[in-house]
């Protein structure tokens, strides 16, 4: 299973390699995630320059697409051609984004009828386009899902590594980058905001 985290320029660092970091720790269990840049090179917020694993066009083919957010999510969004290289499939994809990100989804079409968590920032764009915004950090429905606030990418990996290969992994990959001392309340807190993003508005 392969996932593409969707990395513009002028990606947020947290958004990005948090949640690649915490998927490659189910590479052996077959998931893997791959930075998946519109551009040979992208320059994140903070003039971090980062070389991309796969072209845009990989997002066709994987099956999971995470979109991470930056300082240019509006600029993305304006540009038809980018976006008419984000030929994605609820169907078939786990589709999730951070942040800003659910700007990009919004643009879609995949948040029609459904509620978006986002940052604070971002949050009176994407209610702009008519999408109601929560004050949570995570929200699914189906096989799409939203996550607000730099830090809540690990609650987006947490989805993906649920709904891929089952709690039990989620659990093993976050008790291991947990910070010492903590291990226990970091699992829970994770699981609780995937499960109470999942129960919500039901």
Known sequence: ??????????????????????????RKDGLEAFITTP???V??????????????????????VLIGSGVKTR????????????????????????CSGA?????????NGMPAC??????????ARGI???????HAEGNIATAGGCLSSQYLATWVITRTLGEDTARDVLDYVAPVGENQQTVDRAL???????????
């Open 192 to 202: 609780r905001a995937v499960h109470t993003g999942r129960a919500a508005l039901r």
């Open 1 to 26: 299973m392969q996932v593409a985290v969707v990395t513009f320029d002028g990606f947020n660092e947290l958004d990005s390699f948090i949640a690649a970091a915490l998927i490659n720790r189910c």
């Open 39 to 41: 551009a040979p090179v």
């Open 43 to 64: 320059t994140s917020m903070n003039g971090v320059e980062v070389t991309g694993q796969r072209p845009m066009e990989f997002v066709t083919e994987a099956d999971v």
């Open 118 to 127: 986002t940052d604070l920032k971002s949050r009176p764009f994407v209610e």
């Open 75 to 98: 600029e993305v969004v304006a540009d038809d051609r980018l976006v008419s290289g984000l030929r994605l499939d609820p169907s078939r994809q786990l589709i999730g984004a951070q």
């Open 103 to 111: 700007l990009v989804l919004a643009r879609l079409g995949l948040l």
């Open 132 to 138: 109601t915004v929560l004050d949570r950090p995570f």
